[in-house]
């Protein structure tokens, strides 16, 4: 996790986040309108792709997370040179001088963010080396990085594991392969994207994932001079070409902030637009939000979200990869859960420990029970593995503030909906980790009529 002073910074830029403890007084809807700008994760793999350039890329509507500046902080100690216009959502990367960096350069950002190991095959195509610390995220899971050393091992890369991280060498240069995923990962298949596109040969990538995110990199790398095809079966093919260009790209909307302020509008009560929503990458959610009784008007700027102001209704969700349900929604949503009249199911099939969260909910007051079977939908991989990993709520129930801490990224912020949802006060501690990913978002929470207070 990053400093709190870094991380206090992208969270509270206009209300002053000086602590990272803040109390909430809750009870009241959230009203209003607030703007999402580029997704979190396809910036930060949007930044690593400019290095596989020989001229300056410029990205375009990117959020002030803390994310952004662990990449940011990367690429510089990598050579690269970084021009941002932090308000305007503007950063301007030259890679033309790419070298390799110190390991304690490298080592200062060991444990902030899952996005370096990205970096090994536009390092190993610019230098013929990589070093990648020690990798962090959030801990939803034991999060393995298998696929994506096998994915390497493919394309031709030696790899070291050395106690501070793993170095990698490609003695022979990169060469196109096919690979064949056990699983759509959505991080492996950047990693083979990043890594085929300056590969010699064909490369051809089975049961590749296909999120939004995802395209929107095929995007940038095709503006980038990359030859890149997409088949409806999950068929990625990449004929390698030797050199590519800088690009300029806007960035996709982060569909996962916009499910996170739908689900906030829902379980205070309240009603927000958030600007940048676009209904094509939200569909899914969409539909669920719908089922549980909530209301949205599609626009042309955004999608408005709101409370029905009649009872809630109950749903069974499976979390999925794309085109299913993104198990990033479904934190907040539980919230909301908490409110509908009867039992709602979650299964969630992408990550082995995503309910953790859950616990502070308990403590406020909600019901819900974890299961290790496999609730409401198919059986997935978790089901004999003897993980936590099905939720059942039932609601509703009346929620009470508490003190509480939050886990990770997601949960996090279903610990601020919650605090606010519930009567009294809560003390949340921890917020931190939320900048990692929801630019200004204390602001924001100000702007929709949250009543709070930071300590300190
Ligand atoms: C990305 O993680 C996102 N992170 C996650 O968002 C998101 O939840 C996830 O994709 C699914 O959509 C970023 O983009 C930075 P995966 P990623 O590889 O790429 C297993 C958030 O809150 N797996 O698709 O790490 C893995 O353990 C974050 O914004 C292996 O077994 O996800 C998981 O069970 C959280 N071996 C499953 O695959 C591997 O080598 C899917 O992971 C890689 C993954």
């Known amino acids: 996790m990053n400093s709190l002073s870094e991380a206090a910074a992208a969270a509270g830029k206009s209300v002053g986040l000086t602590s990272d403890t803040i109390t909430f007084t809750g009870g009241r809807p959230l009203n209003g309108r607030i703007v999402v700008r580029g997704a979190k994760n396809f910036v930060t793999k949007a930044m690593v792709a400019a290095l596989l350039g020989d001229s300056p890329s410029t990205l375009r509507d990117v959020p002030d997370i803390s994310d952004v500046r662990v990449v940011s902080g990367l690429l510089g100690a990598h050579g690269v040179m970084i021009e941002r216009d ?101 991080g492996t298949t950047e990693q083979v994207l990043l890594t085929a596109v300056r590969a010699q040969g064909l490369t051809e990538l089975s049961n590749a994932a296909i999120e939004p995110e995802i395209m929107d990199l095929i995007n940038v790398l095709q503006k980038m001079g990359a030859v890149i095809s997409v088949d409806a079966d999950r068929v990625i093919r990449v004929e390698g070409v030797e050199r590519l260009s800088g690009y300029d790209h806007r960035s996709i909307f982060d569909r996962n902030e916009a499910a996170s302020w739908a689900a906030a509008a829902l379980a205070t009560g309240g009603e927000i637009f958030v600007e940048g929503a676009r209904q094509a990458e939200m569909l899914t959610f969409l539909n669920v939000f719908r089922k549980a009784g909530g209301i949205f008007e599609v626009f042309d700027d955004g999608i408005r979200f709101a409370h029905p102001g009649t009872p809630l209704k109950p749903v069974v969700i499976e979390t999925d990869v794309h085109p299913g349900f993104m198990t990033d929604w479904q934190q907040p949503l539980v919230v909301a859960l908490t409110q509908a009249t009867g039992v709602s199911i979650v299964h969630e099939t992408v990550y082995e420990q995503r309910f953790g969260f859950t616990d502070a909910l308990v403590k406020m007051g909600a019901t819900i029970e974890l299961h290790r079977e496999c609730l409401g939908g198919q059986k997935c991989r978790f089901g004999q593995r003897n993980f936590v990993h099905s939720a059942v709520i039932s609601g509703p129930t009346k929620m009470h503030g508490a003190n509480i801490e939050v886990p990770d990224l997601r949960g996090g912020f279903s610990h601020l909906i919650a605090a606010l949802m519930a009567e009294g006060e809560s003390t949340v501690t921890n917020v931190g980790i939320i900048a990692r990913g929801y630019e200004n978002f204390l602001g924001k929470l100000r702007m929709l009529g949250a009543e709070f207070t930071v300590e300190g």
């Open 86 to 186: 932090v308000d305007g959502g503007v950063i301007r990367l030259d890679p033309t001088n790419v070298k390799s960096a110190h390991m304690a350069e490298i080592n200062a950002h060991a444990g902030s963010s899952r996005i370096p190991i990205l970096f090994c095959g536009p390092l190993l195509h610019q230098l013929g080396e990589a070093f990648i610390p020690d990798l962090g995220g959030c801990r939803i899971g034991d999060r393995p990085i298998d696929f994506h050393l096998s994915a390497l091992r493919s394309f031709g890369a030696v790899v070291d594991k050395l106690p501070e991280g793993i170095h990698l060498t490609a003695p022979e240069g990169l060469r196109g392969a096919k690979i064949q995923l056990d699983y759509p990962s959505v």
